[in-house]
């Protein structure tokens, strides 16, 4: 794990996530918070919604007023200055439109973006109407955009489900706006786990086996975390998504096998190191 930078006062880096609160502490807010801190990165949150879910599954979504999501983020900026940031569960096209105005308010860069639009077990965390703001308002934002099969499909309004039009889905989306794209491919129906980026010039595929296990939960918001706290350690993209790649597969083949249902990844697992 790297030990945070010691250089000056005031030098630790600083990211922010604008997410839902999970109950369970394996994804939205609480992962993304964990996941800052194994990069050694200072984390701060904007509470986008509120959620009751365990490993079973979401039994409740309150989606947190726009006026007091906007407020945090104004609260975090002016003081605190977060070198990147990534979104995730946003719910609403309202909750979209606040923050998409935020980021351009503020002149912030370096935006991860995870689409968050619906939860393993069916759960629909974004509403429908929701979808078009997203793409349309908050993609042309990010520097890097991260969705998985399901949700590249949505974006794109394609089938994506092999390596082939995971691709074409990346170049899609770099077309819509995106600086650059990670399209997710864990449940390709091939059987093996791979991902693909995109940046407009350079694209980088990671294949491997897929680990059998049902301990998944909060994958999304860990990579994307991990990505923007690279970002905010001043790692150059195409390095800073490879490290959130790799910590994630450590993080999965580690799993501390929590809950009845679908667990959380293991954050402890803690980056790459030189001797790795």
Do not use: Y
């Amino acid at each position: 794990m790297p030990a945070p930078p010691q250089t000056s006062p005031g030098s630790l880096p600083v990211a922010l996530t604008i997410a839902g609160s999970d109950s369970g502490g394996g994804a939205g807010i609480q992962a993304d918070l964990k996941t800052f801190h194994a990069f050694g990165v200072f984390g701060t949150s904007a509470v986008t919604a509120i959620t009751a879910q365990n490993t079973l599954g979401v039994s409740a979504v309150h989606p947190v007023p726009p006026e007091v999501v906007r407020a945090q983020v104004d609260a975090v900026v002016v003081d605190l200055q977060p070198r990147a940031l990534k979104t995730g569960m946003l719910a609403t096209a309202e909750l979209v439109e606040t923050v998409a105005d935020a980021i351009v308010a503020h002149g912030l860069r370096a935006c991860v973006m995870d689409p968050v639009m619906v939860a393993a077990s069916g759960h629909r965390l974004l509403e429908p109407d929701a979808e078009a703001t997203l793409a349309r308002r908050l993609l042309p934002l990010t520097a890097l955009v991260t969705p998985n099969l399901h949700e590249a499909a949505l974006l794109t309004g394609t089938d994506v489900d092999s390596l082939a039009t995971m691709r074409a889905a990346a170049r899609h989306l770099v077309k819509k706006g995106a600086g650059a794209a990670l399209v997710k491919g864990g449940h390709l129906p091939s059987g093996e786990a791979a991902d693909v980026f995109w940046d407009g010039n350079e694209e980088c595929v990671w294949r491997r086996p897929r680990i059998a296990t049902r301990h998944v939960h909060g994958t999304g918001c860990t990579l994307s975390a991990a990505a923007a706290a690279e970002l905010a350690r001043g790692t150059p993209l195409p390095a800073a998504v490879d490290a959130a790649v790799d910590f994630v597969s450590r993080a999965i083949a580690s799993a501390p096998g929590l809950g009845s249902g679908g667990g959380p990844i293991n954050h402890f697992a803690g980056p790459r190191t030189d001797g790795d």
